[in-house]
């Protein structure tokens, strides 16, 4: 006959895998949801600003002045001309539509002078200068 040494381990589950499980998921789902935030303008290198913060309005126009000087609105290229026009159209009857300026900082003060001037001409519309903290 034979004596057992030592009692008998109740059998044990070990959730360490299952946590490591968890923590890839997590990982997964935080990574791809930064990349599903969309950019309203074309990528311009934007002047910094210590007082910057962000705009939260519902009907938002972005006006966008890259560095060759090229002006767009909502991704879609346009005059500084006829931007006037084409803001009253988007604008409409809200009365809550602010439109972001979005200048890289290499383009020249006059042209977006001219820009902001086309946009103050448009009634109802909110005029708003994008900056990045430095």
């Known amino acids: 006959m ?3 040494d ?3 381990l109740p059998p044990q589950i070990n959730i360490v895998p299952m946590i490591d499980v968890i923590f890839a998921i997590l990982t997964f789902f935080i990574m791809s949801t930064l990349f ?3 950019s309203e303008g074309l990528p311009v290198n934007l002047p910094k600003a210590a007082t ?3 705009q939260q309005v519902p ?15 909502n991704r879609q290229p346009t005059t500084v001309e006829g931007l006037a026009e ?3 159209t988007l604008v409409g009857d809200n009365q809550e539509a602010l439109v972001i300026v979005n200048a890289d900082a290499t383009v020249t003060h006059g042209k977006v002078v001219a820009v902001m ?4 001409q448009v009634q109802g519309a ?9």
């Open 86 to 88: 084409q803001l009253r």
């Open 52 to 54: 910057a913060k962000q």
């Open 6 to 8: 030592e009692p008998d």
């Open 126 to 134: 909110k005029l708003a200068i994008a900056t990045q903290k430095p």
């Open 117 to 120: 001037d086309q946009v103050r």
């Open 59 to 73: 009907a938002k126009i972005t006006v966008t002045v890259d560095q060759d000087g090229v002006v767009s609105v």
């Open 36 to 38: 599903l935030t969309r």
């Open 2 to 4: 034979r004596l057992q």
